[in-house]
């Protein structure tokens, strides 16, 4: 670390006022954040400092999309393997997936850091660390087959559109990550819906790596006489984007993010009940084979889970009191059922659930507070 | 008249403000509608700025003939008899030699009379001003209208059916062949919003003083 340390040392002054490379010193300043605890004081007035900043909070989030990333990574081969019916272990499988998945990140990071980068050199503030969990978080939801340029404009489009519009980190209404899939699911729907793109080398020799949500959407076959089961889907031995398939890394995942409390339990626990209540209800209609699908089985296949635990839980676009985000976590739940039994052609009802709350955590938020300030008003009179 | 009253520092202003500093669309932020609705293709959008482009400044050169007998109780209504007459005209004529891009643009046409863009001319400029400062106001106006429209409906065109004016640029480009694919995302509404949004952006940091302080 002393030889980085003494590196950046040496080109400090090249960055700071007055230097060659002055208008560069938002890029030097990421780096040397990221390297080494920043040294920046504050300049006006006192404030309290936490050693949990923005930094660590986001490194907590990547944590605890490890055991999704591996069991992501481990089910890219798993699934390639078994639909050319090729006998596999599990190393073999982990180092396919490995290779499927790197390119997917490498180019998520690269073009999103890019982005991140020319923007705070343009308007001279500092490189935020948000995009450290979108740019892994991304990947994640995407189909392992989708072709890099397409990811590349995605990531863009969220990055631009959905972020640096509105300011950048922490000013963004949409999730961006979730920004970027929808981008790709509009603009590009034969890579990001049908039965060729889940997994790896599907269509090629005939196999079907359709989706449960695709199957049951496609209302030919019940849930009961599908060629998955209860534990295929708790686990995660299905096809789905990359990280979105076993419902128990998913879990591993909120434990560590609830008992570090970077992620809101109330908004995990609240859209997993609104999600069960609604899929309850609609078992009780069962016209398509999508309401007649058990509720709990509901929350386990498509991205409900990952959506609930990873995307909803976004401090920035989620609700902030915690009366909100029970409401907004029951209606995230509620949505995402509907859409997925209303409307076959958008059976990932989770993702368009979670933007269009997106747009609607600040007014959730604001009755909340209204109500709040009327019952203290009414106190004092 | 000489030429020099006729093309004035006053009428060139008319003329100019509203490509930029009084953009109807990117700075007034009128006649988005239509703007979202026939930006899919260019030769739709084209004939779309045409239209507005004639009954605009022809209807803001007829209210200033008659701004001083017009009561102005009932401007409005004298205002839109106005507009309406021109807008049946001209969608009389897109019906007779243009039918396939008239059928394109159907209700369209006829929401021409709902175009705040033009109620907004003749109520602000037409009613106050004489008839050749208007018809200038009328073709400014209209040319800001006309080169977002064309600019929005370019991107989309090329970027969301690989085509230009209907002719497969794209394809005679040969970029399919290394993998690339149209964006559908591009001919829904919602894209042109955001094209629209992107240009209003560009516009801003080109133009400062457009900028409100915070």
């Known amino acids: 670390m002393k030889l980085f340390k003494n590196i950046l040392e040496s080109v400090k002054p090249l960055f700071v006022k007055g230097g060659k490379l002055e208008k560069m010193y938002p890029a030097y300043d990421a780096f040397e954040t990221f390297l080494f605890v920043p040294d920046h004081t504050t300049k006006s007035g006192s404030h309290i400092r936490d050693a949990v900043d923005l930094k660590r909070t986001m490194a907590f989030v990547v944590l605890s999309l490890i055991p999704c990333i591996i069991f992501g990574m481990w089910n890219i081969g798993d699934q390639y ?31 999103g850091l890019s982005v991140e980068f020319a923007f705070a050199i343009s ?32 990531v863009v489009f969220a990055v631009v559109i959905g972020k640096e519009v509105f300011g950048g980190t922490g000013m963004n209404i949409l999730n961006p990550a979730l920004t970027a899939r929808a981008f790709l699911f509009f603009a590009y729907p034969s890579y990001m819906s049908g039965d060729k793109v889940w997994v790896h080398g599907a ?33 995660g031995y299905i096809p789905g984007s990359v990280g979105e398939t076993s419902f128990i890394a998913i879990i591993i ?23 069960y209540l609604t899929a309850l209800l609609f078992n009780l209609w069962g016209v398509n084979f999508l309401m007649s699908t058990p509720a709990h089985i509901h929350l386990l296949i498509g991205g409900f889970a990952f959506g609930a635990v990873f995307m909803s839980t976004d401090p920035v676009s989620g609700s902030q009191t915690n009366k909100g985000k029970i409401i907004y976590g029951l209606l995230i739940g509620f949505f995402a059922i509907v ?43 | 008249m000489s030429k020099s009253k006729l093309l004035s520092k006053r009428t060139k202003q008319l003329l100019s403000d509203p490509l930029d500093d009084n953009n109807p669309i990117t700075v007034q ?58 807008v049946i005209l001209v969608d009389q004529v897109l019906r007779a030699f243009v039918y396939d891009v008239s059928k394109e643009l159907s209700v369209f046409v006829g929401l021409i009379i709902t175009n705040c863009i033009i109620m907004g001319r003749l109520e602000a400029f037409g009613m106050a001003n004489g008839p050749w400062d208007s018809f200038m106001d009328g073709l400014g106006n209209s040319f800001g209208y006309a080169w977002i429209l064309i600019a929005v409906a370019f991107f989309r065109e ?19 062949e290394l993998g690339y694919e149209n964006n559908g995302m591009m001919i829904l509404p919602p894209m042109a919003l955001i094209t629209v949004g992107v240009i209003i952006w560009i516009q801003r940091v080109k133009n400062i003083k457009l900028v409100e302080s915070k």
Not at chain 1, 204 to 221: Q, R, V
Not at chain 1, 260 to 275: A, E, K, Q
Not at chain 2, 61 to 75: A, C, D, E, G, N
Request: contains cysteine; hydrophobic residues 55%; positive net charge.
């Open chain 1, 81 to 111: 393997f078994n639909a050319i019916s090729v006998e596999t272990n599990f190393l073999n499988n982990l180092i396919f997936g490995f290779w499927k998945f790197l390119p997917l990140l490498a180019v998520s990071y690269a073009v």
């Open chain 2, 29 to 86: 932020v009128l006649g988005i509608c239509s703007a979202l609705a026939i930006t899919v293709q260019l030769k739709p959008a084209i004939v779309m700025a045409l239209s507005v482009l004639v009954v605009l400044s022809v209807a803001n050169v007829i209210i200033s003939l008659m701004r001083k007998v017009i009561p102005s109780r009932i401007r409005i209504i004298v205002q839109l008899v106005v507009v309406a007459t021109l």
């Open chain 1, 253 to 275: 995942g909120a434990l560590i993010l609830i008992f570090s409390g970077v992620g809101s339990w109330r908004i995990i626990l609240s859209t997993f009940l609104g999600g």
């Open chain 2, 158 to 176: 090329l970027l969301g059916s690989g085509t230009l004016f209907g002719y497969p640029v794209l394809e005679s480009l040969g970029i399919y």
């Open chain 1, 339 to 381: 859409i997925r039994v209303f409307n076959p052609a958008y059976p990932e009802g989770m993702m368009l659930a979670i933007l269009l709350m997106n747009v609607f955590a600040p007014l959730i938020d604001h009755y909340i507070v209204d109500a709040n300030i009327k019952n203290r008003l009414k106190r004092i009179n």
């Open chain 1, 203 to 235: 269509g090629l020799d005939g196999y079907s790596g359709e989706t449960i949500l695709g199957a049951l959407a496609s209302n030919t076959s019940s849930w009961d006489n599908l060629k998955w089961n209860f534990n295929d889907a708790l686990i």
């Open chain 1, 123 to 154: 308007r001279g503030h500092s490189v935020n660390e948000g995009y450290l969990v979108t740019g892994m978080l991304i990947p994640l939801i995407m189909p392992v087959d989708v072709p890099l340029w397409m990811l590349a404009v995605s």
